[in-house]
């Protein structure tokens, strides 16, 4: 009985033994070779490229981090708080999205609303969001996807009163 599981395995022992040494130990060199080459092609550079691509989107998330706590240079809060008191939840909000540039669709009443947004830039939507969240809206549902343009967002919020 061979020592090896398959026929094909035991041929190709036959056939390395049947290698002069000088031979065997240049396909033992290739081999070696081959199993670096496959290590670095096929496990080292994809998990640097992925390290790499993760370090972007960490660098880029930390840069959008701080514009929104510090918010677009020259601008204002778009909604005071006492608009937001005064006024109707949905004046408020055609305020706020006014004043961000934001084309949005807002339909409710005084107490709740829901805004629908396509296409906006990010820069631009949270600000309107911080808005009114500093006018005392309180947020229920906050949906942001990819919009089919590049570098938007289409934005969903629902609003009420406290």
Not at 36 to 64: C, D, F, K, N
């Amino acid at each position: 009985m061979s020592r090896f599981a398959s026929p094909a395995v035991a041929q190709a022992a036959e056939w390395f033994a049947a290698r002069s040494a000088r031979e065997r130990l240049l396909l033992k060199v290739l081999a070696a070779l081959g199993l670096v080459a496959l290590l670095w092609y096929g496990v080292i550079q994809p998990l640097a490229s992925a390290r790499a691509t993760a370090m972007e989107r960490i660098a880029l998330h930390e840069t959008l981090q701080a514009r929104l706590k510090l918010g677009p240079p020259g601008v204002a809060a778009a909604v005071p708080t006492a608009a937001l008191a005064e006024g109707s939840l949905v004046e408020a909000a055609r305020a706020a999205a006014a004043a961000q540039g934001v084309a949005a669709q807002i339909e409710g009443d005084a107490q709740r609303i829901t805004v629908t947004a396509q296409g906006v830039r990010f820069d631009a939507a949270m600000p309107f969001v911080r808005a009114l969240e500093a006018g005392g809206a309180e947020l229920s549902d906050l949906r942001m996807q990819a919009s089919a343009q590049p570098r938007l967002i289409d934005l969903t919020l629902t609003a009420a009163r406290p």
